[in-house]
C-alpha cells in the first residue's frame, strides 16, 4: 500500500530532525529554479540531511513511498539540473560541508558533496597543492555538484575536468543502498562504474562523500592578454598555439558584447570599448618551461595582427584579468534582464566558423548574443540575452539557443562539455544520440533507477 507523502515526510523528521524538513511556501519558493532561468518550479519539501546515514534512510523512506527525488548542492547548475519536476523533493545536501581528511602524501582530500569547490585549494594551498578543476562559480558551487555535472572550468584545457580528478565517491542508490565506487589507487575498475556516475547529473544516486585528486602548483606561471580587432584573428591564433604543440594552461576568449560588459562590473580591466575580441593565453610549469612556451605564444600571435599584447606587470593585476573573466556570467545582468547560456562544444579549428554562424542566429532571431568561452579546448558560451517580460523574446531565444546546439553537432561537436543536459537540453539529446542509443540509455538509467524517482524529467528526453 502506497503511504501518504505527509506521513513519509514525518517518518524524515525523525531521522533528520524537524527544523530540517522544510515545507512553508515561500521557502520552497526559492528552491524552485537553479541557474537556469526559464523555467521555475517548487520542490514538495526540501529535506537537509546531515550526515550520509541520514541521506540513506531518507532516500529509502522517500522510495519506499514512491516518492520522486534529487539531491542539490549550491543550486548553480547552468540546465535547470537541481530544478524539482514531477512533484519531486529536494535532498539538499548544504549541510554536508566538512573536509573530512588530507592525506598530502597520496595527494587526495576526502570531503562531503556540500565542500565548496574553491575551499579544496584554499585548504591544501599552504602545503603547495591545489584542486585543478575550476568553474568559473568555484567560489559557490559545490563538489557533489561537480561529479554530478562532470564540471570544467577555464584549466581544463590543461589539467582537465572533474573526472580525472575523482578517486572514488561513496553513493546512495535509489533504493536507499551505500557503495562506494572507484579505490584510492587511482586505477580505473575492470567496469568503470565511477565514469558512469560522473556527469550522470543526479540520475543514478546521491553523492554523499568524494575522494578527490590534489597535484602540485606549478612553480611558475605566465599569463598573456592579446586584445584583436577581428574575431578570427583571434580564434585562429588559438588553433595555432595548439597545432605549435603547446598545451597552455587555460585559452580563455570573450568577443565585443561580453567585454562591454564585465567592463560594467567590478573588476574592470580597461579594455577599448571597440576592441573585437581579447584572449587570456596562461601557461605554468617550471620556470625554462613557462619561458620558453610564453616566448612561444608571443611569437604565433604576432603572425595574427592583434591589436595590442602584454603581460601582466604584478601579481594583483594578473588576478584582475581572471576576476574579470570568471564575473562574465554575472555580468550579464548589468546589460539584459536575462541571460540563456548554451554549452556546445566544437573542433577548435570550426572556431571562426561557428561563432560566424551564431552571428547569424542571433540576427536572424532579433536577439543579442555574447560569446564567453573555453577557446583552449573549443567549449563554448553563447549568452543569448532576453526580456523575460517579452513571451515572444523568450520564445525566439529557446529557438535559437536549440539552432546553436544543433550547429555545434554538425560541425562534429556535443550539445554540452560542462554545463550538462538537465531540462534544457532535453530534446536536443536527439540531435546528438540515435532513437536505439537514447533506448539504450533510457535502459541503464533504469537499471539503477528502476521506479524512475531520481532527479526524474532530466537528461533523456521520453520515449516517442
Known sequence: MEIPVEEVLVQIAQVVGSQYVLRDASVLASYGADGFTLENVPPRAVILPGNADEVAETVRLL?????????????????????ARQGAVIVHLSRMSRILS???????????????????????????????????????????????????????????????????????????????????????????????MLGSEGTFAVVTRVWVRVI????????????????????????????????PASIEMMDQLAISAVEQGTYRVGYPPDVAAVLLIEVDGSSVEVQSDTEAVLAILAKFHPRSVQTPH?????????????????????????????????????????LERI?????????????????????????LLYDDRDPDQVARVIQAGSEVLRVCVEVGGSITGEHGVGLEKLQEMSLQFSPEELQALRGLKASFDPQGLLNPGKVLPESP
Open 102 to 196: 588530507v592525506d598530502l602524501k597520496n595527494g587526495m582530500v576526502e570531503c562531503e558533496p556540500g565542500v565548496v569547490n574553491r575551499t579544496i585549494s584554499q585548504r591544501v594551498a599552504p602545503d603547495g597543492f591545489f584542486y585543478a578543476p575550476d568553474p568559473s562559480s568555484g567560489q559557490a558551487c559545490t563538489i557533489g555538484g561537480n561529479v554530478a555535472e562532470n564540471a570544467g572550468g577555464p584549466h581544463c584545457l590543461k589539467y582537465g575536468v572533474t573526472a580525472n580528478h575523482i578517486l572514488m565517491v561513496e553513493l546512495v542508490l535509489a533504493d536507499g543502498e551505500r557503495v562506494r565506487v572507484g579505490h584510492l589507487a587511482a586505477y580505473p575498475d575492470p567496469i568503470d562504474f565511477l565514469g558512469l
Open 314 to 354: 604584478s601579481e594583483a593585476e594578473r588576478d584582475l584579468w581572471w576576476a574579470n573573466r570568471k564575473t562574465a556570467f554575472g555580468a550579464m545582468g548589468l546589460i539584459s534582464p536575462r541571460y540563456y547560456v548554451q554549452d556546445g562544444v566544437i573542433p577548435r579549428s570550426r572556431l571562426p566558423e561557428v
Open 216 to 247: 602540485r602548483i606549478p612553480p611558475s606561471q605566465s599569463t598573456v592578454m592579446a586584445l584583436f580587432d577581428q574575431v578570427a584573428g583571434a580564434s585562429q591564433a588559438v588553433s595555432a598555439i595548439i597545432s605549435a604543440g603547446i598545451i
Open 359 to 383: 552571428a547569424a542566429i542571433a540576427e536572424r532571431y532579433r536577439i543579442r548574443i555574447a560569446n564567453v568561452f573555453h577557446a583552449g579546448d573549443g567549449n563554448l558560451h553563447p549568452l
Open 63 to 83: 522510495a519506499g513511498a514512491g516518492v520522486p527525488f534529487l539531491a542539490r548542492g549550491a543550486g548553480t547548475s547552468l540546465s535547470g539540473g537541481a530544478i
